[in-house]
């Protein structure tokens, strides 16, 4: 891509006061440095496709997916005010927050194994700031032409032209980052309510917040900012160098075809004037001027310096840092692909209620209250056994049969007693039980049984 590019210059300005022969000139620096508009020219190739592709394929997982369905509900929800959590079949709580860490975790090691092996793939094709840059490029170049045709746009003055393409091109960036906010929010609140509350002008005040937030922050780093969000912003491309070596395959280019540099003919024979292949480092250039393209390419700093084939440059893709890399996240994604496959379809919570402690009631019995939360992980109702165990002539006095909603989380009081002659032969203290919550048999799906930890006090 060649863009129009100007340095930026360090802005130094003097300053002095005559106040005597002793007075000084004052040098004032500014820390600032202006930079010129960038007019980046629209390139074609196999890697612009690339990018292209990974952009069709990203933008429509992204507005597409909240509009699905799944068992009469959103697919994928985020309910933060239910805190319960939906992704297709997979119905989750806060206490499942573990998958979310695994997921980060599967994430930071994919993209460390990713950049090992061919640098800056996750920046260039799959970033959410390259793709929106390039979206919103795409609408700059339809309203105001290519990289020239901007140029003289800009240096043309404000006239009734420039305010039809310029404003066309800024009500199009606004609608697009619009959609996208709306998108963004359509993950945590559902969707189709959303629409109706933005067409009846009924959006509560935090969807219009997050909305209109998320919309800005599009509209104004993919519009404006661009580049100067992965130089000043981004905190990946602060480490990113340290996870790239010699084999790893980066944007290359070959000096030892491409210098020295200099202009000449297309008919011009460049080994006979002593000049490098060419001065530009297009392929569509290269080919233009009957060159073999790939002056700028693919490749590994060791396999430009060693002139590596191929396959040799394959086989060093296995050194031990992508190695370490790819056990570790095979080992983790088996790990969660495990945990999900065998989640429990419910889980329970045991507290102790702090309001009562351990008591001595009517014949001698001593008591302990407890509060549970039983969380229905099925989308179907469901009813369970409470049960316990771990002291002699242990039993449970209210909760025994409680039903639960699909999806929901239900808390439940439990008192528990152990009759007066258990009581006294047992050494008073902390004691350890159990809780059996069986999740009783419904059509096609069997009994299930979970057993948690819990303790008895018996008084002194």
């Known amino acids: 891509m060649d863009l129009s590019r100007s340095e930026p210059q360090p802005q130094f300005a003097t300053a002095g006061a005559s106040r005597g022969d002793d007075d000084a000139a004052v040098q004032i620096v500014s820390l600032y440095q202006a930079q010129k508009k960038i007019y980046p020219r629209s390139v074609t190739g ?45 119905v989750l709580h806060p206490q499942d927050l573990i998958y979310l860490t695994a997921l980060l975790i599967i994430s930071a090691y994919a993209l460390f194994l990713f950049t090992a092996v061919a640098g800056r793939l996750w920046c260039g094709y799959a970033c959410p ?41 800024h009500t199009a960036w606004i609608a697009m980052a619009l959609w996208t906010g709306f998108s963004f929010v359509g993950y945590f609140t559902p969707i189709r309510s959303l629409a109706q509350g933005v067409m009846t002008l009924g959006l509560g005040s935090w969807e219009t917040f997050w909305v209109l937030f998320y919309s800005f922050a599009t509209y104004g780093n993919a519009g404006f900012m661009r580049e100067q969000v992965c130089k000043y912003m981004c905190p990946y491309a602060r480490f990113q160098s ?14 030892a075809r491409g210098e020295p540099r200099g202009s000449r003919s297309k008919k011009a024979d460049p080994a006979q004037l002593g000049l490098g292949a060419c001065i530009d480092v297009c392929d569509d250039v290269m080919k233009k001027m009957n060159y073999a393209p790939g002056l700028v390419r693919y490749d590994t700093q060791n396999g430009l310096a060693q002139h590596l084939t191929r396959a040799q440059r394959l086989r060093r893709v296995f050194r031990p840092r992508v190695i ?33 402690l351990a008591r001595q009631v009517e014949d001698g019995e001593v008591e302990n209250v407890y509060r549970l939360q039983i969380m229905n992980a099925t989308e179907t109702a469901q009813s369970y056994r409470v049960t316990a165990d771990g002291l002699s002539g242990l039993r449970i006095m209210d909760t025994q049969a409680v039903t639960v909603a699909p999806t929901e989380a239900k808390w439940v009081s439990a008192t528990l007693r152990v009759p007066p002659q258990a009581a006294a032969s047992t050494a008073p203290g902390v004691h350890e039980i159990h809780f059996t919550i069986e999740r009783e048999a419904q059509g096609t799906e069997a009994a299930r049984t979970l057993r948690e930890k819990s303790t008895f006090v018996l008084p002194r």
């Open 324 to 356: 370490v890399y790819t056990a570790v996240l095979f080992l983790i994604v088996s790990a969660l692909a495990t945990s999900i496959a065998l989640r429990p379809p419910f889980k329970v919570d045991i507290v102790r209620d702090r309001g009562t």
């Open 242 to 255: 340290a996870m790239l070596d010699k084999d790893t395959l980066i944007i290359t280019y070959d000096q």
């Open 46 to 90: 196999r890697f612009v496709n690339w990018r292209w592709a990974l952009v069709w394929i990203t933008q429509l997982a992204f507005y597409l997916t909240p509009w699905l369905m799944w068992n009469q509900r959103q697919a994928v929800l985020f309910d933060l005010g239910a805190r319960r959590f939906y992704i297709f079949g997979l």
């Open 129 to 169: 700031q390259t793709v929106y840059t390039e979206m919103f490029m795409w609408v700059e170049r339809r309203f105001e032409g290519d990289r020239a045709a901007r140029m003289k746009l800009d240096a043309s003055g404000w006239n009734l032209r420039r305010l039809w393409r310029t404003g066309g091109k």
